[in-house]
């Protein structure tokens, strides 16, 4: 039976966006899978799902930042100073209750200073995470003295292995951290507020919604979960450098724009950035494998990223073509 | 003091009176006319780099995240293609006319394709900034001839011979189109009220269009007296320029939305970001510091915006 125009709307409706991004992974899966014998191999594929665990939690905060029309550049320098955290906290002997706390406990600290500066502060976001990645790097040189830490207690390493019921722990909590976020999301008046917020900041206001609190909790979220990403880089790592987490936050950006949130906000598809994390880290794998050096990293993403709302705008039917003919006049 | 730009700019005075102030009271030895050549040696990349940027910002079309990326690049192609065989003759025109595409490029993104200039130039950051390095695996490009070496070293009159016939002309220039010309008065209107500017017929798509390619432009020029200054192409030169250039620009009482600033009080304002950081470096204070303290810079530029003046209304 042909699918009824009801359930193509649903589907549209449910994610067009998923859709074509699956088909992407699975393309790239494909493409990379005949160029390299080595690719779809267990362990490829567990690296695979290994380098991405920092990213999608990080990711997840940034659709929230993005959701509510805001950015940040400097996320991944944020987990680089959790990480410092961690990594003291370990070599300071403190219990590892107390060690996974420190992490989202900084993230949240540094989130709120983030958030400050833009909501309270008025400063445009770009502008102001800018100013921030440069304050945050003279902190992480500040801290690390030029040098790393390395060598970290084990400890830490022990738990983030640890496979409950055969499932990798990273694994479960990301699947918990999603599953909140969504319900968050969808359920509740503040996952509302947020896509309110994103959609008409004035109209949110006028209709009784707490813009800033909204705004900087959306940057307190995305603190705390770069802080989580801190325990989980510190404990698979086992080192802290001064280069710690740098191009994370373009990837973040990008993976959560290919995923479907609208840069402008008002749209989140915790799904889609999903997806956008495991298309981005299994590109950077199949370059890799087919021998492309690993400079090449960020040019991919670029350009992948520029592509990617390019084709949205062409789509959507934001660029009229007789303008792109006729050149930029 | 009720005019928004006075403020800023006596912001930018009082910042220069502290920095001379606190360099002064640590080391006296600090104020001598040799360190005052270096810091203009210093500023002409950066003067350019924030000319671009400025009048991008004045016209209310966003910024430009990626000039960094734009000259580390530059500079990289244009030693690229010296060693592919272009003649060195060439190299002063290969570095404006690359540059030039580059900002072009931007240009197409966010005026043809529509996209929000925050995200294309930081999209285009990454890639020019990535280009450069894979393309040189991070090494140094050489081969620059030497005759172009003396204008990049040298002085005239006592004044770094690039700052001298690059940095005043193109401010005086910029600052003559937006006083006197029709273009000028444009570019502040459609930053002012880019709806109503659109309404009495101002080109914004193109004169923005315009504007990308002459930060491109710009750009290719601190590229080329980079390869003058360093005699090689470094694919890191442009690093961290996108943050020095937005605190230079909005230090200088450009406001961030477009419409209001001048483009003296920008080149003030890199002399500033740039004495501070070689006055830091005359103390032997590393230069990881300087980034934390442009950033500070930045952010304090876009706050004093937000002060509440109270004083003000009794002046």
């Not at chain 1, 479960?172 to 359920?187: D, E, N, T």
């Not at chain 2, 931007?106 to 930081?122: F, H, K």
């Not at chain 2, 690059?166 to 273009?183: G, Q, S």
Request: aromatic residues 6%.
């Amino acid at each position: 039976m042909a699918a009824s125009p009801a359930s193509l709307r649903l589907v549209r409706a449910a994610g067009g966006r998923e859709l074509t991004l699956l088909a992407g992974c699975l393309l790239t899966v494909l493409v990379f899978s005949l160029a390299s014998p080595y690719f779809l191999l267990a362990a490829n594929l567990a690296t695979i799902m290994r380098n991405s665990v920092e990213l999608l939690i990080i990711g997840l905060g940034m659709t929230f930042v993005l959701a509510i029309g805001g950015i940040d550049v400097s996320v991944g320098l944020v987990m680089g100073l959790g990480a410092i955290g961690v990594g003291q906290a370990l070599l300071a002997g403190l219990p590892l209750w107390l060690v996974v706390l420190i992490g989202p406990l900084c993230g949240t600290l540094i989130g709120a200073i983030t958030g400050s500066v833009i909501v309270f502060g008025r400063i445009p976001a770009i502008v102001a995470t800018i100013g921030l990645l440069g304050i945050y790097r003279t902190a992480i040189y500040a801290l690390l003295g030029g040098s790393w830490l390395s060598g970290l207690p084990t400890g830490l390493t022990t738990l983030v292995r640890m496979t409950p019921a055969g499932v990798p722990l990273p694994v479960i909590v990301i699947l918990l951290l999603y599953l909140l976020a969504y319900l968050l999301l969808r359920w509740t008046p503040f996952g509302l507020h947020i896509l309110a917020v994103g959609q008409d900041e004035a109209r949110a206001r006028l209709a009784g919604v707490a813009v800033r609190r909204v705004r900087f909790l959306a940057y307190l979220a995305s603190g705390c979960l770069c802080g989580i990403a801190a325990v989980s880089y510190v404990g698979t790592y086992r080192n802290v450098e001064m280069t710690t987490g740098a191009s994370m936050s373009l990837d973040a950006i990008a993976a959560v724009v290919l995923g479907g949130t609208s840069i402008l906000g008002g749209r989140a598809s915790l799904l889609g950035t999903l997806l956008g994390v495991v298309l981005l880290r299994m590109l950077v794998n199949g370059f890799t494998l087919i021998g492309v050096p690993s400079l090449w990293q960020s040019v991919v993403t670029g350009v992948l990223l520029l592509a990617a709302l390019i084709a949205e705008n062409l789509v959507s039917g934001q660029i009229p073509w007789h303008r792109l003919r006729r050149g930029a006049a | 003091m009720k005019n928004p730009h006075h403020r800023s700019l006596l912001l930018l005075a009082t910042l220069w009176l502290v920095m001379l102030l606190i360099f002064v009271l640590i080391r006296p030895a600090i104020l001598q006319l040799s360190m005052a050549e270096s810091v203009l040696h210093f500023s002409s990349m950066l003067a350019l780099v924030g000319l671009g940027q400025a009048l991008l910002i004045l016209s209310g079309a966003g910024m430009d995240i990626s000039v960094g990326g734009m000259v580390s690049l530059t500079a990289i192609l244009t030693m690229m293609a010296v060693q592919a065989g272009v003649p060195a003759a060439l190299i002063p025109l290969l570095a404006l006319v690359i540059g030039l595409c580059l900002g072009l490029v931007n240009g197409v993104l966010v005026i043809s394709c529509r996209l929000l200039s925050l995200i294309a130039t930081l999209g285009t950051m990454f890639a020019y900034g990535g280009l450069a390095l894979a393309l040189t695996g991070g090494a140094t490009v050489s081969g620059v001839p030497g005759w172009l070496l003396p204008w990049g070293r040298g002085t005239l009159l006592g004044i770094p011979a690039h700052f001298l016939t690059t940095v005043m002309p193109a401010y005086l220039i910029a600052a003559a189109v937006l006083a006197l010309t029709p273009l000028g008065r444009w570019i502040l209107a459609m930053g002012n009220n880019e709806r109503s500017a659109r309404l009495v017929g101002i080109p914004v798509g193109r004169i923005r269009f315009i504007l990308y390619g002459v930060s491109g432009l710009l750009s290719g020029l601190a590229a080329l007296i980079s390869l003058a200054w360093f005699g090689s192409g470094r694919p890191d030169i442009g690093t961290n320029m996108e943050l020095e250039s937005l605190a230079a620009v909005l230090l200088g009482g450009v406001a961030i939305a477009g419409g209001r600033g001048g483009v003296g009080g920008v080149l003030a304002a890199v002399l500033l970001v740039v004495g501070l950081q070689a006055g830091l470096q005359y103390l032997n204070i590393s230069s990881s510091w300087q980034l934390g303290v442009v950033g500070l810079l930045l952010i304090l530029a876009l706050l004093s915006d937000r002060l509440p003046w109270r004083f003000a209304k009794r002046v």
